[in-house]
């Protein structure tokens, strides 16, 4: 069984920064898919960073970046420039994966391990 583990989200200003943390306990395989994905009202779970292992390097969408600490179990996503759009429920979920093209390309739907969300708004 897997637990992730969210937080950081917080309401800022339109060009503000913030750093999400998940922390991941209990057992995951070796060739895990780990995803930041974040969802906005009456939209669709989008992902926005993918980890494949914890040794790959993360692919990151536009504005953000991301960084894991293998030692502590923890991903992160660095945003910065963060804009209205930006607002959202930001979750990271987890999953077994045979392969880095098949973690890229797998839905949210068949992540099996979700966290519960930290909440980012993007505001004036």
């Known amino acids: 069984q897997v637990r992730l583990v969210e937080s950081g989200g917080a309401s800022v200003q339109p060009g503000g920064s913030l750093t999400l943390s998940c922390v991941v306990s209990?057992?995951?395989?070796?060739?895990?898919?780990m995803a930041w994905f974040r969802q906005a009202p009456g939209k669709e779970r989008e992902r926005v960073a993918t980890f494949h292992t914890w040794y790959g390097s993360p692919y990151v969408k536009g504005r953000f970046s991301g960084s894991r600490d293998i030692a502590r179990k923890t991903l992160y996503l660095q945003m910065s420039g963060l804009q209205p759009e930006d607002t959202a429920m930001y979750y990271c979920?987890?999953?077994?994966?045979?392969?880095?093209?098949?973690?890229?390309?797998?839905?949210?739907?068949?992540?099996?391990?979700w966290g519960q969300g930290t909440q980012v708004t993007v505001s004036t």
């Open positions: 209990g057992s995951t395989p070796n060739n895990v898919c």
């Open positions: 979920a987890s999953d077994a994966t045979r392969s880095w093209a098949q973690c890229d390309s797998k839905p949210a739907r068949d992540f099996a391990y």
